[in-house]
């Protein structure tokens, strides 16, 4: 008798409506019985039924308001301890678009907690399940403004770039044991992350893309393996180049002398 393996649970954060929710339906799609996580219980029921009705995957919700300590680790403990979860979309995120010259410590630790402390944190306490078991995937949704700061204002472009860099220690340290890393940089997407700052009517139609397409290209993109996914740039080179230039530096970023431009003029005994 052949034995057919399960596919890995998937817990998806921000669920409910965006990218995270056409993350949850296409690994639903795929067969994976899919882990539902955001605030809004009623709109996680309704996808989790659909996908249950559609796809014949097993799903739940659980409902979390990710900011919160005490509701974040309920998350942080399910996923220490449910084998079955072998995949980790960190999705949830909110961005503040106010200037940072107008932003509030209490605005700007809030979007940290979201953006920046949620998935450290969801990562940390998974991630020895994950090594034991010698398997599995976390994938980052971060954002092009991690390379793009001057597109836009306030925190929120420092703490994608968080996450990229993030993604990138964590590729090193467990590439090699069986652990896929992916950190995704969608451009603009169509979806309601732009109601509060209107912002999306300023923006061109041609730089704008459907959530299905974004989230379909990522895949893609996980499916091949890559590191960092970058579903809107054409050619894959532009990145690879940015990224050998930034390691030609490597040697010279830290040395015992300092760079000749920065040396006094003027000698000491002057
Ligand atoms: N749309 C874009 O142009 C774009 C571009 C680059 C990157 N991204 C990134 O993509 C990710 C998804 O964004 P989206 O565009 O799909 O936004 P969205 O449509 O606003 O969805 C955000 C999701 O996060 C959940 N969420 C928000 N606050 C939460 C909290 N405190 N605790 C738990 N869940 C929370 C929301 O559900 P509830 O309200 O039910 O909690 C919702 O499911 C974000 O990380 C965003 O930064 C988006």
Not at 129 to 143: D, E, V
Not at 144 to 170: C, V
Not at 187 to 200: E, F, M, P, Y
Request: net charge negative.
């Amino acid at each position: 008798m052949v034995v057919m393996e399960q596919p890995d649970t998937v817990l998806i954060t921000g669920a409910s409506a965006g990218i995270g929710a056409a993350y949850a339906d296409r690994f639903a799609r795929r067969g994976h019985p899919v882990i539902l996580v955001a605030r809004h219980h009623a709109r996680l029921e309704a996808l989790a039924e659909r996908f249950s009705r559609e796809y014949h995957v097993k799903t739940e919700v659980l409902p979390a308001d990710l900011t919160l300590p005490t509701e974040r680790a309920r998350i942080e403990q399910r996923l220490a301890a449910d084998e079955s979860i072998g995949i980790l979309v960190n999705n949830a995120g909110v961005e503040d678009g106010a200037p940072l010259t107008q932003t509030s410590p209490d605005a700007v630790e809030a979007i940290l907690e979201l953006n920046v402390t949620a998935p450290s944190r969801l990562i940390a306490a998974m991630l020895p399940r994950l090594l034991a078991r010698g398997h599995g995937s976390i994938i980052n949704i971060g954002s092009i403004l991690a390379l793009a700061p001057e597109l836009f204002d306030g925190a929120y472009a420092a703490s994608k770039s968080y996450l990229l860099t993030y993604s990138q220690t964590l590729h090193k340290e467990v590439s090699d044991q069986g652990i896929r890393v992916q950190c995704v940089l969608p451009g603009v997407t169509r979806t309601a992350i732009w109601n509060a700052s209107g912002a999306l009517a300023d923006i061109p139609e041609r730089m704008i893309m459907e959530v299905a397409e974004m989230v379909d290209a990522a895949l893609a993109g996980y499916d091949q393996g890559e590191l960092i996914t970058i579903p809107s740039l054409p050619d894959i080179e532009e990145w690879r180049s940015l990224d050998e230039t930034r390691r030609r530096l490597l040697p010279e970023l830290s040395r015992y002398v300092a760079a000749d431009r920065y040396k006094s003029d003027i000698p000491e005994d002057a």
